[in-house]
């Protein structure tokens, strides 16, 4: 076996020699090895701030890709951590039981709609979508004794992860995923709806859903969406209307409903749950991300008893999913504590502070000559380009100027930690409107 290469002290020299090493042999998210974007080594984090070994500090835009709603370095979810660590960081699920799933599903239960009251622990938001779509295809046995509803239903513009299944109902033609559509089981995609959030209601948004569902609905076990925000896809809001008249349809032609709040739940939107703005309740939820809180990876899927009783009468007579580390111990306490923190804060006030924030430091950016559109919703603020950016010399811009923003395609998007200052918004909205200049000049021209 080959020795591990001697990449030095932390020095300057040893920094160097691990930057180069990971530039050479660490795939980041989305990133070629022939061509790397270029890292930032972070040392620490606190509050809203990243600090990096040269000293600097950024204030966080992304909260650490939309879950770290509570900021950094937050002694409630170390004290939970800490407390669950000294009695058992891990141990398997099958066929044991521990207070940490239970008090993090009995909060869940309370906590989404009425008839949502059986959960299953899952790794990330993929795979919850994984567990989702298997829990739809599973209880066809019993909901269409026919067996003939195999496929799914999801909007043009959507993203649900990364694995096999969620790419399958993730855009095959206009998504990151388009590569793999030749290898994907083949769904029905429509369009998603032209009317925008807190713009009129037009009937005919729901023209093409009641057509698909009309001549496909023996074929379509579920329809799965990302409820009034659709987030890597575009970060498209739509009127919450939609959900309402896909619930109704759904139920007219006996398909399931499937929401993926993965990214909007636990007060992103400036609802609890994005699905609360329509008042609608799915068959099947999938949450993640601001689950921990940012702490550490976890999922859970939610589902009402017409779906656990059509599983567990079926054919399989369990759910035929089982990750190695379903309800981690220590993952779950953080849960229980991030829901806690979360409920006991201000946390809608928080946020709607945030969106007048970022309507105050967006909004205006609309006129340029390079934004195409500005939108916001609750700790949500995106500006839509009408070229793509240049990833790596507009993020090395945004570090320069202090701030992380991670923009991709044609977006420049702010999703802050919701104890974010208004001085904190204030720095990241000005670089974003300082980006754009620089990417106007000229810098965007690459596209990625």
């Known amino acids: 076996m080959a020795s591990l290469p001697d990449l030095g002290s932390a020095a ?42 040269d000293g600097r500090r950024l204030v966080d835009g992304m909260s650490s890709w939309w879950a770290c709603i509570h900021g950094y370095g937050v002694p409630e979810l170390e004290h939970a951590a800490e407390e669950q660590i000294r009695k058992m960081s891990h141990v398997m699920f099958g066929g044991i039981r521990h207070a940490s799933a239970t008090g993090l599903a009995a909060r869940l239960v309370e906590l989404t709609p009425e008839p949502l009251q059986y959960v299953f622990f899952a790794d990330s938001g993929s795979v919850a979508v994984e567990v989702s779509l298997k829990m739809a295809l599973q209880c066809q046995g019993t909901l269409c004794p026919k067996g003939t509803r ?24 206009g998504s990151m995923h388009s590569i793999y559509r030749d ?87 400036g609802k609890l749950f994005a699905c609360h703005w329509a008042g609608v309740v799915p068959d099947i939820m999938a949450l993640g991300k601001a689950l921990t809180g940012g702490f550490m990876t976890m999922s859970a899927v939610l589902t009402n008893e017409k779906v656990m009783k059509g599983i567990c009468t079926g054919r399989a007579g369990v759910l035929m999913h089982g990750p190695t580390f379903m309800a981690n111990p220590l993952a779950a ?68 100027h202090g701030v992380w923003i991670r923009p991709f395609g044609r977006l420049i998007y702010l999703m802050p930690p919701f104890v974010a200052s208004e001085e904190e918004i204030r720095l990241l909205c000005c670089a974003v409107a300082e980006g754009l200049d620089f990417h106007g000049a000229g810098a965007g021209s690459r596209e990625n």
């Open 12 to 53: 300057a020299g040893g920094a160097m020699k691990e930057e180069q090493f990971d530039l050479r042999h660490v795939w980041h998210p989305y990133t070629s090895l022939t061509s790397p974007l270029p890292t930032y080594e972070v040392v620490s984090a606190k509050g809203c701030s990243l600090f990096l070994r």
């Open 150 to 173: 195999t496929r799914f239903l999801a909007l043009r513009g959507g993203y649900h992860g990364d694995t096999f299944g969620a790419m399958s109902v993730t855009d095959p033609e």
């Open 183 to 269: 290898f994907l089981t083949p769904n029905f995609f429509i369009s998603r709806p032209s009317c925008r959030f807190g713009d009129p209601w037009d009937p005919a948004c729901c023209d093409e859903l009641y057509e698909v569902l009309r001549e496909h609905h023996e074929e379509i076990a579920a329809v799965i969406l990302e409820p009034v925000v659709q987030g890597a896809g575009g970060m498209y809001f739509y009127h919450p209307e939609f959900l309402r008249k896909v619930r109704a349809l759904c139920d007219y032609f006996g398909v399931l409903l499937i929401f993926d709040e993965i990214a909007t739940g636990f007060g992103r939107t």
């Open 333 to 400: 306490a953080v849960s229980c504590a991030s829901v806690d923190l979360l409920l006991s804060s201000p946390w809608q006030e928080r946020v709607r502070r945030i969106d007048g924030w970022l309507r105050q430091g967006l909004l205006p950016l609309g006129g340029h000559p390079a934004v195409a559109e500005v939108r916001v919703l609750g700790a949500i603020g995106v500006v839509e380009l009408k070229d793509p950016v240049d990833m790596g010399a507009l993020q090395k811009f945004f570090v320069e």
